[in-house]
């Protein structure tokens, strides 16, 4: 997969913060306003952050009760830390 550097830096800048928040969880729109806390990132590119985010295994989506969808780590354990840990580096 080709990645673009935008996408890169948010896949790294999210990876920061689950490994500060490994709790955390929220819609694409927190994530956007909450953990970037940027008004200016691009929807597109965060979708794709997430995309490649949980196809790397991280994260997941699940749905929940109000039909949102939220975004949290899949696990507390060393593999997804280095995987965290090598985006972060790569960002």
């Not at 673009?4 to 920061?16: N, R, T």
């Not at 985010?53 to 780590?73: K, L, P, T």
Request: net charge neutral.
């Amino acid at each position: 997969m080709n990645v673009s550097a935008s996408v890169a830096k948010i896949v790294g800048v999210l990876s920061c913060y689950l490994r500060q928040n490994p709790l955390a969880s929220d819609t694409q729109q927190g994530i956007a306003q909450w953990w970037l806390k940027s008004g200016e990132v691009s929807l597109v590119d965060l979708a794709q952050a997430l995309k490649q985010m949980e196809q790397a295994g991280v994260i997941e989506a699940s749905n929940a009760a109000d039909g949102q969808v939220r975004y949290r780590r899949t696990g507390l354990n060393a593999k997804v830390d280095e995987t965290l840990d090598r985006f972060i580096a790569n960002s």
